[in-house]
């Protein structure tokens, strides 16, 4: 029966599936010829194999699953027909690829078709082996294919070549079986023959340097004469393309003289001539002859110099750059990456030309231009170069913005001759392409800054004058957020004036509505909200005229759904309204940043820096928080020694603030839980405190409370400073930030107002009485609440001396949730003649099963002796 | 060296695929779909190389075609653009004016034309004729088999009669 009509035929599948209209009508046909396919594969009829495999290529094309065909492809390649090998060999070349295992079953039958009698079978096996074999394949059949190099078929000869470049690639130990045979190929006068030959000789001096050495003794004078043979040989219809004969002939001969020639000044010598001949006679009007003008130009400018070459070579590029071409254009700059590191002078002069195709309408080309302008830059001329980019900068693609930046930004780091100049550049890119400025470019710029004493008052003006056009732009913004905060003064007073500046005048008022601006603009992510809120709060203590309005727009974000940006604006809210006196030493001027640490940090394996893409909100708290946290630890002067710590009254403040502390509203205890690690080892005293389990929100309000108590006789700056080692620097911003407010915070009042005494009335209790000190605990319910208990802590002070520094803190099971509210003092007047209380509100997720029990601790100063208290209160009344 | 060949309609249908580097079907169909997201949306006055992976697609359209080869960053683009025009030309001559259609339906010629031009992602013929020449043969074997089993058939069909 004939098996090329019948059923479905290869064509009938193909215009049935041509005809679906949709991809589930699609996969429904494929998926009937599948199942029709695999239904004939397991009858096992030779007849239809032919036809399955044919229909099975044009299903693997789409893309559908084609495994269960493999086996068919062997069967086909083993069987003695022609028609069935060729199919065969077809499918084994698309459905298999060199890793399958099946394909070493295939290895025989290669060998028998590799010796066949009919050069067409012998033909198909090479073309198999070439295209898809294995090293081990490579090792079994090299015998075979090195026997066809000599075969008397030219055809033969030549596909054997292209298989003994495969073969070497996968198992270079074979080169040198090859070299004699190549060698032999170079003398053929066939092209087909010609042309493989010199590829098979090109690979063979990759891989193996006797193979070089070989070629370029032997050799290298008959590829010379073959050469100048196709150059000056007459019109050949069968090869002639665009009037050259035999481009691919020229470009491979030539390409093998480049590798001959490379580092080795004979062989060099020997090709100089034929090079100036193809370089000098080669038409350049059609594609054909610009392809051997370039392989010509690379060999010239790879081989050893020859001054008179290479000024013809730089020619022709410098021809080709003007060409309009855009193939030849993008060659040409490809070129001239190569050409500038033998004459950078050469490439120079066509400055103008490359800065052109930067700007150019093709992706390509200007990707290729960017790179070569970045390797063209020097110290000499990058003024002008940067001056055109950044031009250019304003008008190029959206998409090709992010590029073109990062390049300028590293152009000018690596090249500025001078900070003004750099701050100058830095404005300008971030004027213009702000928001594809990587974060790296713009913390470099602070520090730079920072460091740039005598520019502060230039950059904070120049900075503002580019808000005013730019206030798009997020990066530009922070920079100038930041730089309002720190120099806020020099803006509004024209301090350090240069003579090339004219004076602004801008009020603190003008100063505030930048950053209010900033911080109220919606597109304006966390890090820059964040930013300028500590900017508001420097501003605040330099223009005291302002405060109010700062305190207001602070106030605002009280409410914000941010962690971050809520917790800071309560803590400075609370520093503007309560502490003057302070405030000014907490918000001095940031140190000067250490460039070696940046750079150091920069070059870095992995910079702790985040994206600059506005990320998403879930991951905030320890993201996006890293860079405004730096200027915040070091705006509390907490983290560096070097810094004048605040003045001893400030201190002294601080401590007293920190006597105060006693519980972080709920809302912060996130935040803090990240500082578990740190502090507890520090502080052994702490540990027997939390020995009953305390849950982690406890624990953490517990561990800021240590804080303070553990100061001793330490200045609490420095017990402060010394808990800066947490992993994070957000985390330690947080809590070094966090602890002083506690008793800030006081105008938070978090907690619901005191119930009234409706519920079940509990007698007090005398939770600790010693000679000195007596704590009663009075009770309440709110009602329809019963796990929740309001506990009214009273602190009495039976002694002489008044009591200072006074920190109760307590500890709970895990079964409890404990809050304490801040004490309404920390100072308790001797004999009795006062007393301080403190709300501690305590949940029981085990009501009525278990009672409470608590663990306290209280720490005091008396005649400033710092005092220790601790104890168990296990006589709660029962049913709390 | 030539990584992959392949030809893509203008609809983005794949009409020929030829792996020369090892690629698993996972990564041959992500491939195919970067590529022709890539080249299908350029602008016809652009050049004809796109930087991929640190490889260089050349590649070029003839009528509702785009046929794309993937070469090395040292290879020569030019020539591979003489290269896929040398098979479109060969093509050409074989089916006489070819259209989309004949490699459609015909895709499996198409594939041997390929096959007697390149190997190993290497050029191994550069005259035209002589690929002809040899498809000719080729094919002129297939048809003598196809014969020789059509008289067997029927002289079996006569036998049983």
Redesign the interface.
Known sequence: MNPFSSETRLRDMIRAIRACKTAAEERAVVRKECAAIRASINENDPDYRHRNIAKLMFIHMLGYPTHFGQMECLKLIASAEFPEKRIGYLGLMLLLDERQEVLMLVTNSLKQDLNHANQYIVGLALCALGNICSAEMARDLAPEVERLLQFRDPNTRKKAALCAIRIIKKVPDLAENFINPAAALLKEKHHGVLITGVQLCTDLCKVSPEALEHFRKKCTEGLVRTLKDVVNSPYAPEYDIAGITDPFLHIRLVRLLRVLGQGNADASDLMNDILAQVATKTESNKNAGNAILYECVETIMSIEDNGGLRVLAINILGRFLSNRDNNIRYVALNMLMKAITVDTQAVQRHRATILECVKDSDASIRKRALELVYLLVNESNVKPLTKELIEYLEVSDQEFKGDLTAKICSIIAKFSPEKIWYIDQMLKVLSEAGNFVKDEAWHALIVVISNASDLHGYSVRALYRAFQTSAEQETLVRVAVWCIGEYGDMLINNVALLDIENPITVTGSDAVDVVEVSIKRHTSDLTTKSMSLIALLKLSSRFPSCSERIRDIIIQNRGSLVLELQQRSIEFNSVIEKHQNIRSALVERMPVLDEATFIGRRAGSSPAIVPTSNSASLNLPNGVAKPPAAPLVDLLDLSSDDVPAPSSSGGGFLQDLLGGVDLLPGLNQTAISGTNEAPRTGTDILLDLLSIETSPTQSSSSITDILSSSQGDKSPVASLGEISSPPSLSTRATSAGADPMMDLLGGFSPNPPMPEDNGPVYPSIVAFESSSLRITFDFSKAPGNPQKTTILATFTNMSQSIYTDFIFQAAVPKFLQLHLDPASSNTLPASGNGSITQNLRVTNSQHGKKSLVMRMRIAYKFNNEDILEEGQINNFPRGL | MIHFVLLISRQGK???????S????KER?KV?RELSGVILTR?P???????WRGYKVVYKRYASLYFCMCIDHED????I???IH?YVEILDRYFGSVCELDL??N??KA??IL?ELL??G?????????VAR?IA??DS??EA??EQ??SI?NIIAQATK
């Open positions: 794949v009409r020929l695929t030829k792996w020369y090892p690629y698993t079907q169909t195919l602008g006055k652009l050049c004809n190389f796109v930087e020569n683009e030019l020539e653009l003489e290269i040398h459609i339906f895709f499996h594939y041997y096959d190997i190993a290497e050029l191994q013929e550069s005259s035209k004729k002589t040899l043969a080729q074997l297939v088999a196809k089993r059509s058939s």
